[in-house]
Antibody
Framework: QVQLVESGGGVVQPGTSLRLSCTAS????????MHWVRQAPGKGLDWVAV????????YYADSVKGRFTISRDTSQNTLYLQMNSLRAEDTAVYYC??????????WGQGTLVTVSS | QSVLTQPPSVSAAPGQKVTISCSGS????????LSWYQQLPGTAPKLLIY???KRPSGIPDRFSGSKSGTSATLGITGLQTGDEADYYC???????????FGTGTKVTVL
């Protein structure tokens, strides 16, 4: 069965970096586009980034463009989100989600990133 | 900021029906399939409706979706206490080249 497990969250200071991982099982990353979506405490869902099924296209929310990089390692079936120059407003639970057809059909359990001095 | 607009909250008694609206534009809802998600407290979003009106296996037919133009609606009939959750609509925005979600609606069972 499809499973997504995020890791790498934690408490970091503003201006520093963090890399999130999302390990997939039950399917291969090369078959689907993969997204990162975040949710600040008490707030709604906020789309962050996508990498296409073949890795050739990547798109980012304006709020993270130039600071975050989405990538993947198909040999490890793992998705990544490299987050640089972190800000307090990046504090959120970060979810990875599989895109199948026209929908985000499977989501991970999320990993919490707290940016605070 | 959310591109899709939903009412902040809806409520009804057990067994009753609620509807949740999701309003967007031609670049998102108007020209792309819409999905609905249920998020129970402390958990990840769960797919309820995809491609405007289809239910994944395991989702009861009490949940239904529809779309017309640049708006969509989620309906929940036979409301149960277990339906108390936040509900989000979501789709791709072709102009932004970005995913977009609704502002979220909290369903309360009275």
């Amino acid at each position: 069965q499809v499973q997504l497990v995020e890791s790498g969250g934690g408490v970091v200071q503003p201006g520093t970096s963090l890399r999130l991982s999302c390990t997939a099982s039950g399917f291969t990353l090369s078959s689907n586009g993969m997204h990162w979506v975040r949710q600040a405490p008490g707030k709604g869902l906020d789309w962050v980034a996508v990498i296409s099924y073949d890795g050739s296209n990547k798109y980012y929310a304006d709020s993270v463009k130039g600071r975050f990089t989405i990538s993947r390692d198909t040999s490890q079936n793992t998705l990544y989100l490299q987050m640089n120059s972190l800000r307090a407003e990046d504090t959120a639970v970060y979810y990875c989600a599989r895109f199948a057809g026209h929908t985000w059909d499977y989501w991970g359990q999320g990993t919490l990133v707290t940016v605070s001095s | 900021q959310s591109v899709l607009t939903q009412p902040p909250s809806v409520s009804a008694a057990p067994g009753q029906k609620v509807t949740i609206s999701c309003s967007g534009s031609s670049s998102n809802i108007g020209n792309n399939y819409l999905s609905w998600y249920q998020q129970l407290p402390g958990t990840a979003p769960k797919l309820l409706i995809y491609e405007n009106n289809k239910r994944p296996s395991g989702i009861p037919d009490r949940f239904s979706g529809s779309k017309s133009g640049t708006s969509a609606t989620l309906g929940i009939t036979g409301l149960q206490t277990g339906d108390e959750a936040d509900y989000y609509c979501g789709t791709w925005d072709s102009s932004l080249s970005a995913g977009v979600f609704g502002t979220g609606t909290k369903v309360t069972v009275l």
